[in-house]
């Protein structure tokens, strides 16, 4: 069983930058894709990017370029850097897990608000 514990969220004025963090405990961490998703007021969750163990990352097109997803396994931590912020990037942002050899993500965070003011 993982679990995951995110931190970083907060307010930031449009064009800036904020890092968010998850800790992941649990057996066979690097047996697990992890990724971090977002959910708007109103709006469906959506995956905005995702990290494997060995380190092959995948973005939507709308964060392309402007953020970067990290992980280290050795202390069992995902990041998310986002720079360029944009007002439409504001929502709850969790981080997940799944196993390498599952499509659906488990595993997921409690969330943290990421609010980009314009």
């Known amino acids: 069983q993982v679990q995951l514990v995110e931190s970083g969220g907060g307010l930031v004025q449009a064009g800036g930058s904020l890092r968010l963090s998850c800790s992941a405990s649990?057996?066979?961490?690097?047996?697990?894709?992890t990724a971090w998703f977002r959910q708007a007021p109103g709006k469906s969750r959506e995956l905005v990017a995702s990290v494997t163990s060995g380190g092959s990352t995948n973005y939507a097109d709308s964060v392309r370029g402007r953020f970067t997803i990290s992980r280290d396994n050795s202390k069992n931590t995902v990041a998310l850097q986002m720079n360029s912020l944009k007002a439409e990037d504001t929502a709850v942002y969790y981080c997940?897990?799944?196993?390498?050899?599952?499509?659906?993500?488990?595993?997921w965070g409690q969330g943290t608000q990421v609010t980009v003011s314009s």
């Open positions: 649990g057996p066979s961490f690097s047996n697990h894709v």
């Open positions: 997940a897990a799944r196993v390498r050899w599952s499509v659906r993500y488990d595993y």
